[in-house]
Every structure is written in structure tokens, then in C-alpha cells.
Nanobody, 114 residues
Framework: QVQLVQSGGGLAQPGGSLTLTCSAS????????MRWYRRAPGKDREMVAH????????RYADSVKGRFTISRDDAINMVYLQMNNLKPEDTATYYC???????WGQGTQVTVSS
């Protein structure tokens, strides 16, 4: 049974930091590229970050480039999203995803507000 279980997120002030984690099981994690997406109220889903195995290739949305970092640990089937210098426009529900698969985390709310 495929599972992507997210943790982290919550409330941060502008300029603050948060880390999201995603624990994968039920599939050969180390062979799959992984992504983080987000959906803000009233907006389309947006791809935030992408990482290919084994982690040497990454891509980011222009809106988060230089502030967010995606990483993975294939030894423990984890993918991370380090979010720095957060802005109010980063407020959204964030989802981890196995690229090209219908494998999704449960979603984690990130709210950036003073």
C-alpha cells in the first residue's frame, strides 16, 4: 500500500522558516522523482519543487527560487522542503507527490502571517 505521510508546516511570520517532511512507503522510493506542490485558496495548484533521484537535480518555481530547498534521503524514504524567508503569498496547502504517479501526501497547511 502506497503511503506518503507529511509532517511539519503550521504558522510562521514573514521572513521565518518552516520545514515540511514527507515519509514514503509502499513503492520503490529511490527510483522516483519527487515533487512538492501547493494550492492556495482560489488559485490553481502550483509545482513548487522537484528532485530527481538520487538528489543531484532539482527544479523550483520562480516564486520560491533561492528561498526553498528540496532534498531527499533515499536511505529512509524521506523528502523534505526547507522554506526560508517565508512570505504571506506562500500561504497554501502543500502536498508531496511521486512524479508521474497518483501518489499524494495528505496535505499540510502553511500560513505565513504577522
Amino acid at each position: 500500500q502506497v503511503q506518503l505521510v507529511q509532517s511539519g508546516g503550521g504558522l510562521a511570520q514573514p521572513g521565518g522558516s518552516l520545514t515540511l517532511t514527507c515519509s514514503a512507503s509502499g513503492f520503490t522510493f529511490r527510483t522516483f522523482p519527487m515533487r512538492w506542490y501547493r494550492r492556495a485558496p482560489g488559485k490553481d495548484r502550483e509545482m513548487v519543487a522537484h528532485i530527481s533521484p538520487p538528489g543531484t537535480t532539482t527544479r523550483y518555481a520562480d516564486s520560491v527560487k533561492g528561498r526553498f530547498t528540496i532534498s531527499r534521503d533515499d536511505a529512509i524514504n524521506m523528502v523534505y522542503l526547507q522554506m526560508n524567508n517565508l512570505k504571506p503569498e506562500d500561504t497554501a496547502t502543500y502536498y508531496c507527490n511521486a512524479y508521474h504517479q497518483d501518489y499524494w501526501g495528505q496535505g499540510t497547511q502553511v500560513t505565513v502571517s504577522s
